[in-house]
């Protein structure tokens, strides 16, 4: 078995196997916008969909339980937003985020460890504490990571108005192949607003769903600002736990604009895959990054199974 294979099954324990959805982010709402591209941006990078041209998007925002059933309004439900760029020339190049600053481990091993360590007890239904708690002892960069993103997990009021981290370090690749290193985010324009507690325990389980639908009807819009945050000498570009400390220049590289909701592709599945990179962009050697695309793989070919 592979340690792709061995990731999924450790989620599917945590979440349960639901046939047909994706091993996380198994509820989520499809949508479709437009991207422009900032002068900054083309001045960073050759890429195609950052030359200021107004692009097509596919955007998937999504509960990011591999429970279908999870709840939104749950205390710790975590978000996600997948952005696909259909890209001038035909392709396409894709984001994934999360509201989380920092991922949780450093490599795939780990991230089998800190998943395991997760499993619900059979006889309780819950995790074991002491299991959870002797992993985080043992690595304290998850403990450090948990501590600062716990408060970006409370439920937010729409999906436009959480931010969203890309987590890994990627590369812009100018015209002239000068290489500008950094993360970027998704910053909701209108704010970060999140649910008062009356307000969370009334919301109902799929109340970003509907709320996303609601909010898109007519001519209504939901914007986020695309940010890049610049590595300074000495940052990492491979360990996604590290947090940079300190000021860094920020670039905005444009703005999403999402403008209706769509039915999810029947003619194959609509997969985010952050090394889908196009020319003029560039994955750092983070292990964490690497291993996505196998582990992806391994749940598309269950969901089609």
């Known amino acids: 078995m592979t340690l792709s294979e061995e990731i999924v099954d450790a989620i599917n ?3 349960g196997v639901h046939p047909g959805f994706r091993a996380v982010h198994a509820k989520g709402t499809v949508c479709e916008g437009t991207f422009t591209a900032t002068p900054e941006a083309a001045r960073l ?14 955007v998937r925002f999504s509960n990011a339980s591999g429970n279908p059933k999870a709840s939104d309004a749950h205390p710790l439900a975590s978000r996600g937003i997948g952005v696909k760029f259909h890209l001038p020339g035909g392709g396409a190049t894709d984001m994934a985020a999360l509201p989380l600053p920092l991922f949780m481990v450093r490599n795939a091993d780990d991230f089998l460890g800190f998943t395991r360590a997760r499993t619900p007890d059979p006889e309780t239904g819950r995790p074991d504490p002491d299991r959870m708690m002797a992993f985080v002892a043992d690595h304290p960069e998850t403990a450090a990571a948990i501590q600062l993103g716990l408060p970006k997990l409370a439920p937010t009021t729409s999906y436009a108005t959480s931010g969203y981290n890309g987590l890994h370090a990627f590369g812009l690749v100018a015209a002239d ?36 639908r609601e909010r898109l009807e007519g001519d209504g819009e939901a914007r986020l600002r695309l940010d890049f945050k610049l590595a300074a000498d000495g940052d990492s570009l491979t360990d996604p736990t590290e947090e940079w400390q300190g000021e860094r220049e920020i670039v905005t590289l444009g703005e999403l604009t999402v403008t209706g909701v769509i039915e999810e ?12 990179l196009t020319d003029g962009i560039l994955a750092s ?8 695309s196998p582990a992806y793989s391994v749940s598309v070919e269950r969901r089609l199974a």
Request: contains cysteine; glycine residues 10%.
């Open 13 to 15: 324990a945590v979440n």
């Open 177 to 212: 192949g000068g290489e500008t290193w950094g993360r970027y985010s998704w910053v909701p324009v209108e704010g970060e607003h999140y649910l008062s507690d009356p307000e969370r325990e009334a919301a109902g389980r799929d109340y970003l769903q509907h709320e996303i």
């Open 45 to 58: 990078s050759r890429a195609a969909h950052l030359q200021g041209e107004e692009v097509r998007c596919t």
């Open 285 to 292: 050697a983070d292990p964490v990054l690497a291993a996505r």
């Open 265 to 276: 592709p029947a003619d194959g599945p609509l997969v985010f895959d952050p090394n889908n």
